[in-house]
């Protein structure tokens, strides 16, 4: 008995570890072929769904759909959406709440998950494991090894363009942000990732550096 439990617990371990080595090649694979741009534009549809207030399978009270784009360069990106515009020079953050009319600003903080690290955030503090494969999708699962408000995410890779197309992120009250990537552009013509006041009449200004 303790010898098939020692196999099994082997056999175990090899497929587990085997699952890292594919999810991490997968990984790496993206993120070098990303990191040759200079910069990258992505249009993406964004769900939001809160669970706690599902009111049966078919009603998700708690939805929201919106679409967006990201516009990276280097520690810098731009994040427009239907209701809010983020700009981040790599010094700086502007928040621009379009229906207030009001504008936060913070200090940049490397802390925090953004998007100039959307190809290459599973280099630290991530353990990672390959799900599955279908049509050349790849599903990869990622588990934080300190956050508590984040407790997975997982991530789908076209293989055969090399590009992610999807990030579905879990956290601990049962609330997921999904990221599906509609369509990529690489090394464009981009505008300055400067946020103009006098751009805005009358816009509220919160400045909290």
Same mark, same amino acid.
């Given at each position: 008995?303790?010898?098939?439990?020692?196999?099994?617990?082997?056999?175990?371990?090899?497929?587990?570890?085997?699952?890292?080595?594919?999810?991490?090649?997968?990984?790496?694979?993206?993120?070098?072929?990303?990191?040759?741009?200079? $910069?990258? +534009? &992505?249009?993406? %549809?964004?769900?939001?769904?809160?669970?706690? !207030? =599902?009111?049966?399978?078919? @009603?998700? /009270?708690?939805?929201?759909?919106?679409?967006?784009?990201?516009?990276?360069?280097?520690?810098?990106?731009?994040?427009?959406?239907? $209701?809010? +515009? &983020?700009?981040? %020079?790599?010094?700086?953050?502007?928040?621009? !709440? =379009?229906?207030?009319?009001? @504008?936060? /600003?913070?200090?940049?903080?490397?802390?925090?998950?953004?998007?100039?690290?959307?190809?290459?955030?599973?280099?630290?503090?991530?353990?990672?494991?390959?799900?599955?494969?279908?049509?050349?999708?790849?599903?990869?699962?990622?588990?934080?090894?300190?956050?508590?408000?984040?407790?997975?995410?997982?991530?789908?890779?076209?293989?055969?363009?090399?590009?992610?197309?999807?990030?579905?992120?879990?956290?601990?009250?049962?609330?997921?942000?999904?990221?599906?990537?509609?369509?990529?552009?690489?090394?464009?013509?981009?505008?300055?990732?400067?946020?103009?006041?006098?751009?805005?009449?009358?816009?509220?200004?919160?400045?909290?550096?």
């Amino acid at each position: 008995m303790n010898k098939i439990v020692t196999i099994v617990l082997i056999s175990l371990s090899t497929i587990t570890f085997a699952q890292e080595k594919k999810a991490e090649a997968l990984l790496e694979k993206l993120d070098l072929h990303t990191g040759s741009y200079k $910069n990258i +534009t &992505i249009n993406f %549809d964004f769900i939001f769904k809160n669970h706690s !207030l =599902k009111l049966d399978e078919s @009603v998700d /009270i708690g939805e929201v759909v919106q679409r967006g784009t990201i516009i990276i360069e280097g520690d810098k990106f731009q994040i427009d959406m239907d $209701n809010q +515009t &983020i700009i981040n %020079d790599g010094e700086n953050q502007w928040m621009h !709440l =379009k229906e207030m009319n009001e @504008v936060q /600003i913070i200090e940049n903080n490397p802390e925090v998950l953004s998007p100039n690290t959307l190809f290459n955030f599973y280099k630290e503090n991530y353990k990672y494991k390959y799900i599955s494969c279908i049509e050349d999708i790849h599903i990869i699962d990622l588990f934080p090894k300190k956050r508590k408000d984040i407790i997975k995410t997982t991530i789908k890779i076209d293989s055969r363009k090399n590009q992610l197309r999807e990030i579905v992120i879990h956290d601990k009250n049962g609330e997921t942000q999904t990221y599906i990537l509609k369509s990529i552009k690489k090394d464009t013509l981009i505008k300055p990732f400067i946020f103009n006041i006098n751009d805005f009449p009358n816009i509220e200004v919160i400045d909290l550096r």
